[in-house]
């Protein structure tokens, strides 16, 4: 009876002691930790990535969204095309865009990257061709951040439902068309940077037999693959419509 409360406060001092060593042990990790610690990197926002909506995999399409703007701003006749290969770059294909001057991984260590945002002589593309738009030049650094991966048959989500100016057909000629058909000097003569120029190109019937290879027009977009039906679909369409500027 009398021993057991000696034991009871011998025990609370030791817990105690314990308890105290403890506190002193987590406050030095946080100490550590929080003196150890290193600003965050800087926010970089994720442009929309078009052309690949495909749940779970979610990387930028090169198939649809990155070879077109190569081929239709790079690989021109007299640029960077097979025959010309200016300063050795080549860019109508994966293999030959990949070959020089992009570091997979890294956009700000890649040439092909930075030249798209000097300015004078060393600027991509270069007079009378127009700039790559900034959402473009975004969407090629961050292809080129995931990897420069050969990504194809994506899953690309083109609805024939919307055949609208602003959301279907402005974007078809951005992506594939206003290389060569803007600027200053305008392949063939034809603007397809505004909307009046694709509605006149639209009306007089050459777009719509460009675009469908049909005999006795010049098949387009030259030296590239054929669109895609759905996006010949919405080309038909909005030209039945009436060419809107919807
Ligand atoms: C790589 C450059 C290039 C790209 C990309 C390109 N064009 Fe052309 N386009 C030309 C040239 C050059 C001509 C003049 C004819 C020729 O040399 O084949 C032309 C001619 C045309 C013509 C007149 C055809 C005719 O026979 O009357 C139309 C219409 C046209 N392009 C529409 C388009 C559309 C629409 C796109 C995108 C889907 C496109 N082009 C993409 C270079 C290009």
């Not at 994720?46 to 779970?56: A, D, E, L, M, R």
Request: aromatic share 8%; proline share 9%; net charge neutral.
């Amino acid at each position: 009876m009398y021993i057991l409360p000696v034991h009871i406060t011998l025990n609370k001092k030791s817990i105690m002691r314990k308890l105290t060593l403890l506190a002193g042990i987590i406050t030095a990790i946080v100490c550590f930790t929080q003196s150890c610690k290193h600003e965050p990197p800087p926010f970089v926002p994720t442009p929309p990535n078009p052309g690949n909506p495909n749940p779970g995999n979610g990387l930028v399409c090169f198939e649809t969204d990155i070879l077109p703007l190569f081929q239709s701003n790079c690989a021109k006749s007299s640029c960077h095309d097979a025959a010309n290969h200016e300063k050795d770059y080549i860019f109508d294909n994966y293999q030959n865009i990949i070959s020089k001057g992009i570091v997979p991984g890294s956009a700000a260590n890649s040439e092909v990257y930075e030249v798209l945002f000097e300015t004078g002589n060393d600027k991509m593309p270069p007079p009378p061709n127009p700039d790559l738009t900034a959402a473009q030049k975004a969407l090629i650094g961050r292809w080129i951040n995931e990897g420069a991966q050969n990504t194809s048959n994506c899953g690309t989500i083109c609805d024939t439902a919307n055949f609208k100016y602003s959301t279907a057909i402005s974007v078809i000629t951005s992506t594939y068309c206003i290389g060569c058909h803007g600027g200053t000097a305008p392949s063939a003569g034809i603007n397809l940077t505004t909307y009046a120029g694709v509605a006149a190109a639209a009306q007089s019937g050459r777009l719509y037999n460009a675009v469908t290879h049909t005999a006795g027009y010049s098949p387009m977009p030259k030296n590239a693959a054929k669109l895609n039906d759905c996006q010949i679909a919405q080309i038909r369409k909005w030209i039945e419509d009436g060419t809107p500027n919807n």
